[in-house]
């Protein structure tokens, strides 16, 4: 086993034994909130069967837990955002075309786009009503609606990024542009679940809520890398360049490598529609982002993110997350 790969099980292995039995207690738990036999939880089982990290779960959970042992109370927040969050897989895969989550087929593809956008929003709703009937509703759900707004409207902004510059409602591929699109679409729900768990123990929320959004971004920009530099489960690399996705490393290229050719070459791949863009394009604008700096960039990003959440101290309450998190882009990483 290479040294690389050693670090990687590490890392995992200390969140595993963090997790310890509330990762089994989450699946208990979701388990009871989709049971039944009509077609909604039927289709919501079969997307959380899928798989993923229940980072969103897990995160209030434990947080709660180890700042002052209430994790139960956490648990029902912690499910109802893991049912949020895949609500938004299943809408994101449809808006994005994508027939496979991590070596299935998608929801839309397995039943069709409106039972998709269906099961999406009664996810949704399902999670709002499991977060009203914990017993400081009034206090969290309104955070939780907010997170919401955030993360549609970050979704929003990511196909603002997609448009032809002479559309109406593009917004150009800049690193501030994709941190404001990042900071909606996926940190919101990263600062809400830390917020949540501090909530739940009587502890500072809105420090956990800063700890989790920067976490989220950390997540956002490795997910961007990983598309790049390893597999993100759709059985095939680069997908999102090929979606035409305006990442953080095709943001860094376009916005801040010198003007030139290889910048030129990924602006044509970015632009070119999904169904025209061939295998060889790919390769091109892998290249032409290698090329550029943008690749490494990322990474100097992404490991700067991990070494500043390191030092925090709810990092000592969440053990091994940060590691974990990098572990599928560490080869890559200064």
């Given at each position: 086993?290479?040294?690389?790969?050693?670090?990687?099980?590490?890392?995992?292995?200390?969140?595993?034994?963090?997790?310890?039995?509330?990762?089994?207690?989450?699946?208990?738990?979701?388990?009871?909130?989709?049971?039944?036999?009509?077609?909604?939880?039927?289709?919501?089982?079969?997307?959380?069967?899928?798989?993923?990290?229940?980072?969103?779960a897990l995160i209030p959970v434990l947080l709660a837990e180890r700042l002052a042992g209430e994790g139960e109370s956490a648990l029902p927040l912690g499910v109802a955002l893991e049912l949020l969050h895949n609500g938004t897989l299943v809408h994101?895969?449809?808006?994005?075309?994508?027939?496979?989550?991590?070596?299935?087929?998608?929801?839309?593809?397995?039943?069709?786009?409106?039972?998709?956008?269906?099961?999406?929003?009664?996810?949704?709703?399902?999670?709002?009503?499991?977060?009203?009937?914990?017993?400081?509703?009034?206090?969290?759900?309104?955070?939780?609606?907010?997170?919401?707004?955030?993360?549609?409207?970050?979704?929003?902004?990511?196909?603002?990024?997609?448009?032809?510059?002479?559309?109406?409602?593009?917004?150009?591929?800049?690193?501030?542009?994709?941190?404001?699109?990042?900071?909606?679409?996926?940190?919101?729900?990263?600062?809400?679940?830390?917020?949540?768990?501090?909530?739940?123990?009587?502890?500072?929320?809105?420090?956990?809520?800063?700890?989790?959004?920067?976490?989220?971004?950390?997540?956002?920009?490795?997910?961007?890398?990983?598309?790049?530099?390893?597999?993100?489960?759709?059985?095939?690399?680069?997908?999102?360049?090929?979606?035409?996705?305006i990442s953080y490393p095709v943001a860094w290229a376009l916005s801040e490598a010198p003007a030139g050719p290889d910048v030129e070459t990924i602006r044509r791949?970015?632009?070119?529609?999904?169904?025209?863009?061939?295998?060889?394009?790919?390769?091109?604008?892998?290249?032409?982002?290698?090329?550029?700096?943008?690749?490494?960039?990322?990474?100097?990003?992404?490991?700067?993110?991990?070494?500043?959440?390191?030092?925090?101290?709810?990092?000592?309450?969440?053990?091994?997350?940060?590691?974990?998190?990098?572990?599928?882009?560490?080869?890559?990483?200064?």
């Amino acid at each position: 086993m290479g040294s690389i790969q050693r670090v990687q099980d590490d890392a995992r292995a200390r969140w595993t034994a963090a997790c310890g039995p509330w990762t089994a207690r989450v699946a208990e738990h979701v388990d009871q909130v989709l049971s039944g036999d009509a077609l909604m939880p039927e289709i919501a089982r079969y997307q959380l069967a899928s798989g993923g990290k229940r980072l969103r779960a897990l995160i209030p959970v434990l947080l709660a837990e180890r700042l002052a042992g209430e994790g139960e109370s956490a648990l029902p927040l912690g499910v109802a955002l893991e049912l949020l969050h895949n609500g938004t897989l299943v809408h994101d895969d449809l808006q994005d075309g994508d027939t496979v989550r991590r070596g299935l087929p998608s929801v839309w593809t397995a039943w069709d786009p409106a039972q998709a956008i269906n099961s999406g929003s009664w996810l949704f709703f399902r999670a709002l009503k499991l977060a009203h009937e914990h017993p400081k509703a009034a206090v969290i759900v309104p955070y939780i609606l907010d997170a919401m707004i955030a993360i549609v409207s970050g979704q929003a902004q990511e196909f603002q990024l997609q448009q032809p510059v002479d559309a109406s409602d593009h917004i150009p591929a800049s690193l501030a542009n994709w941190h404001a699109m990042a900071d909606g679409k996926t940190a919101a729900l990263f600062g809400v679940a830390a917020r949540c768990g501090a909530l739940v123990a009587n502890a500072d929320h809105d420090d956990a809520a800063s700890f989790g959004r920067n976490l989220g971004l950390m997540f956002q920009i490795q997910d961007d890398l990983l598309d790049l530099v390893g597999n993100k489960g759709r059985n095939a690399r680069a997908t999102d360049l090929c979606e035409g996705k305006i990442s953080y490393p095709v943001a860094w290229a376009l916005s801040e490598a010198p003007a030139g050719p290889d910048v030129e070459t990924i602006r044509r791949v970015v632009t070119t529609p999904r169904a025209e863009t061939t295998d060889d394009q790919v390769s091109e604008g892998l290249a032409a982002l290698e090329a550029t700096g943008a690749i490494a960039e990322t990474a100097r990003a992404v490991a700067e993110y991990g070494r500043t959440l390191s030092s925090h101290p709810l990092c000592d309450k969440l053990p091994g997350l940060v590691a974990a998190v990098l572990a599928p882009v560490r080869h890559v990483l200064p």
